[in-house]
């Protein structure tokens, strides 16, 4: 096991496609502005229903990044 230090944001990430699209969404924007991203979790799921379709997924995620040393 390594020495590392770990930091935990949580972010949302929505699609009008799907869960995973939601979740690539969050990911690729936090990657913009944080580094040393390593793992995610999904801790709730939720969508919007219009008209009796589903019309967005909403993903609330964990991300864990790596402080630098």
């Known amino acids: ?3 590392n230090v770990y ?3 949580k972010v949302v ?4 496609k ?5 979740i690539e969404n ?8 944080v580094k040393n991203m ?3 979790e999904v801790v709730e799921t939720r969508g919007f229903i219009d008209e ?3 019309r967005y997924y909403q993903v609330s995620l964990e991300i864990g ?5």
């Open 7 to 9: 930091a935990v944001s």
């Open 26 to 33: 969050a990911i690729s924007t936090a990657g913009k502005t």
């Open 1 to 3: 096991m390594s020495d």
């Open 13 to 16: 990430g929505t699609s009008s």
């Open 18 to 22: 799907s869960i995973e699209d939601a």
């Open 65 to 69: 990044f790596r402080y630098e040393k």
């Open 38 to 40: 390593d793992w995610f």
């Open 52 to 54: 009796g379709k589903v």
